[in-house]
């Protein structure tokens, strides 16, 4: 039996203004694995709430509610100067995904998502207003614009906590930028893991009673300045669906290398999966003895665009630099 809870929490969001919290507050169980498990609790699903005609045994029609996942977001904290009185770090709260799965929302004259995460009582969906009092967009983009395929926004996560949902998020000293990535011995071929939502919020994938999220693997394919700078990503060769845009990317630690190589033995936040590249393939028929065109197909090529987190942590920067 689907056990959620739909939550009456409105005031998730903090728009252009201070969201932080005690990294302490969020201690979790170790488990012995090459993906650190508490990242899975900072992944949630991003959906919208769809209504549905269904005929009941007597003939009559019920309208009934259900949720599509429109794609992935995760959790991320950057660190504030100041400290509490322990001398803990405090940290500012994000909400990462992509631009376009956004306003892709907005574009179908939709105005809310919901958020699901993990709880005690199972899972439970926040709702998100992407629209302010004075109706403009609530998510913080790139200096650089729709080139940059990222939106971001503050999470007030001391409710999250207060409510008993199950969540992590990834602090700014765990995440790795293209220009340091040889320092960390991150290179090409690297092995990553890709987590998200595909193929939509699926039961028979990822669960009824709780938010499992989907772990598939890839490879670092390409990371240059030219593909960084000027296509605003980088590649790895993996096989992602609609679903999984705006989720996390990880690099797999490795201990084994050879010489002039290094061993990486942290999970790195490499970036944001922001979906295929299509393979184009123009189809021709036999027509009057003359080959001509009908079409062209699009398949997956294997090969995912990458939105790095320095563009991430330019965006963070500049709100920072603002409030």
């Known amino acids: 039996m689907r056990k959620y809870i739909k939550s009456n929490l409105k005031n998730l969001v903090i728009p252009l203004s201070i969201a932080f919290v005690n990294l302490i507050l969020l201690s979790l169980p170790a488990f012995s694995s090459l993906l650190p498990q508490d990242y899975l609790n900072a992944v949630v699903s991003i959906e919208v709430e769809m209504q549905k ?23 991320i904290g950057y660190p504030l100067v100041e400290k509490d009185k322990d001398g803990n770090v405090l940290d500012y709260v994000f909400l990462v995904t992509n631009l376009h799965v956004l306003k892709g929302v907005i574009n179908s004259n939709t105005k809310e998502v919901w958020l699901n995460f993990d709880h005690k009582s199972g899972f439970k969906r926040y709702p998100l207003s992407l629209i302010n009092e004075r109706n403009e967009a609530i998510w913080l983009v790139h200096p650089d614009g729709e080139k940059v395929d990222v939106a971001v926004i503050p999470i007030i996560a001391t409710k999250l906590i207060a409510d008993g949902a199950e969540y992590h998020w990834i602090r700014e000293d765990i995440w790795a930028y293209p220009d340091n990535f040889k320092d960390k011995g991150i290179a090409l071929g690297d092995d990553v893991f890709v987590l998200g939502y595909p193929l939509g919020y699926r039961e028979d994938v990822v669960g009824a009673a709780k938010k499992y999220v989907v772990v598939k693997s890839g490879a670092i394919a390409r990371v240059d300045d030219d593909i960084v700078y000027n296509q605003k990503s980088f590649l790895i060769d ?41 393979y184009e393939q123009p189809t021709y028929v036999m027509f009057s003895g003359e080959y001509v065109h009908a079409g062209t197909t699009f398949e997956n090529s294997g090969l995912t665009k990458v939105v790095p987190m320095n563009f991430v942590k330019d965006v963070i920067k500049a709100h920072i630099k603002g409030i």
């Not at 007597?58 to 995760?74: E, L, N």
């Open 238 to 278: 993996s096989s992602v669906f609609p679903g999984n845009s705006g989720g996390p990317v990880i690099l797999k630690p490795h201990t084994d290398h050879i010489t002039n190589s290094k061993s990486v033995d942290k999970a790195y936040l490499l970036g944001i999966a922001t979906g295929y590249i299509p």
């Open 53 to 75: 005609k269904v005929e009941m045994p007597d003939k009559k029609i019920s309208i009934q509610t259900y949720y599509q996942t429109v794609g992935t977001g995760f959790l």
